[in-house]
């Protein structure tokens, strides 16, 4: 069984910068796709980024194009989220999952707990 664990939200002023990171247990981490989806209250959850096995292949969240970048470190077993120039509208919980059934949305076999992040004015 994979067991994901976020870590790195938090508060921030909008403009600034969070960097995410998930933890993976087990040796097939390198097998597959990792992404990262975020849920707002009273909003369903929604894709933001993915990232294939080998981190030569990604995909993002029109929204967060340019500001976000999702990497992989297979040595570590872990995936990140760089967010630089937050916005209000970013605040979500953020959770990260593994191997996805349809890439580019959050249908994934293996989830995290989620980690807030919030951006105030």
């Known amino acids: 069984q994979v067991q994901l664990v976020e870590s790195g939200g938090g508060l921030v002023q909008a403009g600034g910068s969070l960097r995410l990171s998930c933890a993976a247990s087990?040796?097939?981490?390198?097998?597959?796709?990792m992404g990262w989806c975020r849920q707002a209250p009273g909003k369903e959850r929604e894709f933001v980024a993915a990232?294939?096995?080998?981190?030569?292949?990604?995909n993002y969240k029109d929204s967060v194009k340019g500001r976000f970048t999702i990497s992989r470190d297979n040595a570590k077993n872990t995936v990140y989220l760089q967010m630089n120039s937050l916005k209000r509208e970013d605040t979500a919980v953020y959770y990260c999952a593994g191997r996805p059934r349809s890439w580019g949305t959050c249908e994934y076999d293996y989830w995290g707990q989620g980690t807030q992040v919030t951006v105030s004015s």
């Open positions: 990232i294939n096995w080998s981190g030569s292949n990604t």
């Open positions: 087990g040796r097939t981490f390198s097998s597959y796709a």
